[in-house]
């Protein structure tokens, strides 16, 4: 059962480049979540998804985009990738009705 | 505005010396309280749900409580392997999302 996997796990990119950070679970989950955490600071939720083809922006969407056309997939994409978007990434999921979420590794990305 | 607080920052303790991690919340409607265990590098690992005031979780050295304000972490003769970021959650009422806002967490080092 491998839970929540996030793909790459690390990642240098040039400001302006664009990326794709992928994340799927196979727990069935209805909700997944993208979080970033930077030192010091609380997770903060960047998008949100309630179930496939539905989507809404978090706490701190700017820059970001996501698409959830399956249950089990749930990519965020950077679009022209600024020094502000180094950070780690984390992708979570979890059941309609239950706040307890699963994690994946996290993806480590720094831009430059 | 949903807000958590977790104090202290940092914790250095001995092993086997006892102590407790804090976390304030302001929240309109609470839909539960989470604990998460960070190690280094790895994601959120699930600990505690706390859903009502006087609710109490165990789980090995570790107990958790909730107040209408707080929730504290116990930890009882702690093991170097106890090690972690200690990260507090609380999920607001309102709403269908399962919307997680975090604490900036705790790090604890437990000593031999």
């Known amino acids: 059962n491998a839970g929540v996997t996030q793909t790459p796990k690390f990642r240098i990119l040039k400001i302006g480049q664009s990326m794709t950070l992928q994340c799927a679970q196979d727990?069935?989950?209805?909700?997944m979540y993208w979080y970033r955490q930077d030192p010091g600071m609380g997770l903060k939720l960047i998008y949100y998804?309630?179930?496939?083809?539905?989507?809404d922006k978090g706490e701190v969407p700017n820059g970001y985009n996501v698409s959830r056309s399956t249950t089990e997939d749930f990519p965020l994409r950077l679009e022209l990738a600024a020094p502000s978007q180094t950070s780690v990434y984390f992708c979570?999921?979890?059941?309609?009705?239950?706040?307890?979420?699963?994690f994946g590794q996290g993806t480590r990305l720094t831009v430059v | 505005e949903d807000q958590v607080t977790q104090s202290p920052e940092a914790l250095r303790l001995q092993e086997g010396e006892s102590s407790s991690l804090n976390c304030s919340y302001t929240?309109?409607?609470?839909?539960?309280l989470f604990w998460y265990r960070q190690d280094p590098g790895k994601g959120p690992e699930f600990l505690f749900t706390?859903?009502?005031a006087g609710e109490e979780k165990e789980k090995e050295r570790l107990k958790a409580t909730l107040t209408k304000k707080e929730s504290f972490l116990h930890i009882t003769a702690p093991k170097p392997e106890d090690s972690a970021t200690y990260l507090c959650?609380?999920?607001?009422?309102?709403?269908?999302?399962?919307?997680?806002?975090f604490g900036t967490g705790t790090l604890l080092a437990v000593q031999p």
């Open positions: 979570a999921s979890s059941n309609q009705g239950q706040g307890k979420a699963f």
């Open positions: 727990m069935n989950h209805n909700y």
């Open positions: 998804s309630v179930g496939a083809g539905i989507t």
């Open positions: 929240v309109s409607g609470l839909r539960g």
């Open positions: 706390l859903y009502s």
């Open positions: 959650a609380v999920r607001p009422g309102g709403g269908a999302t399962n919307k997680l806002i």
